[in-house]
């Protein structure tokens, strides 16, 4: 298909420029090509991927993105329907799962595997898509791996996983593997400026902060309150002095990631609700009938789940800012001159750097470290962070 190759390099006037699918994945034009070969010569197909990257790297989007490329008759241009309704999901032909769950189940998988089977009903590929191919257990995979090693002609899976040892060697051995970077946080100050409209300094500040997760990055940018939670989190780092401050941190902190979870979850809460009335034909305002209170209480209580996995997530974020800023502290104390994550923070970087020694630094940032590893463990949150906050104290308060 010879229309891709129309969008060639960097855009020099965003107004004129041709829009593509593959715009928003920025930052990894090497890993990608094989992708973009594939939907330019169908014989350089494979029947399927696995896309890796780390958090915020975008994989989930690379693997829609393809999909829609896939469809598009114009290679992905971004904007037709079969694009849009690709990228949303919403596309006859593209099935997505993704999973608010730790596992996926062996029947979700079972049903996966019922609808590749078919061939496409209106697009060119019938195009699977796990986003979280990491979350399947041996015996879900060993299932999975049938239906790739004999697919049918025009059916395409896509895996996504932080990294490829995530997924069983059997499939690994029979798919395609795409690699995904952490993109350099300029790359994405630019994707935040061209796409969004973002001033340029507010951008790079974002992009920074979220240290390359584009979807931080974008809420950062997007949100002042968002960027007011994070700079009370880093704050924290310089309040605590003794065990009474420590102590009210936590709880701090705790409350600020319960506030960042309700915040981002909200709207799409009501959003989905809407949705779910919509189609149950029941979006009037009026009663609901009582057969079908029991989908509106199983949604309700999916989104609880989420809240819940939201919140532990925020937490974990709000360790990793804090990290970041320890990190700044300690390229300031060794003089290394590499920019700071931290930049818009640089004097209470520098207050903490001249306030301990490189040996102080390394030992908050075992502790974060380690609160981590807590969190992760299912800790009390307050418990976790306490003893966290106690850790960051100075050795000498003064
Ligand atoms: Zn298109």
Redesign the pocket.
Known sequence: MSAASTDSAVPTNSAARVKS?WDEVVGQEVAIAPLRAAVADSGAMTHAWIITGPPGSGRSYAARAFA??L??????????????TSLSGAHADVTLLATEKVTISIDEVRDLIATAQSSPSEGRWRVMVIEDADRMTERTSNVLLKSIEEPPPRTVWLLCAPSAEDVAVTIRSRSRHVRLRVPDPEVVAQLLVSQDGVEPELARQCAYASQSHIGIARRLARDPAARGRRDQVLALATEIRGVGDAVLAAADLVAVAEADAKASTEERDVEERNELLRTLGADDGGRLPPALRSQVKQLEEDQKRRATRLKRDVLDRAIVDLMSLYRDVACLQVGATVPLVNESHRGHVEGLAGRGTLADTMRCLDALAQTRDRLAGNVAPVLALEAMALALRPRTAS
Do not use: S
């Open positions: 699918v829609a490329a469809q598009c008759l114009e290679g992905g241009c971004g904007t037709c329907r079969a694009c849009t």
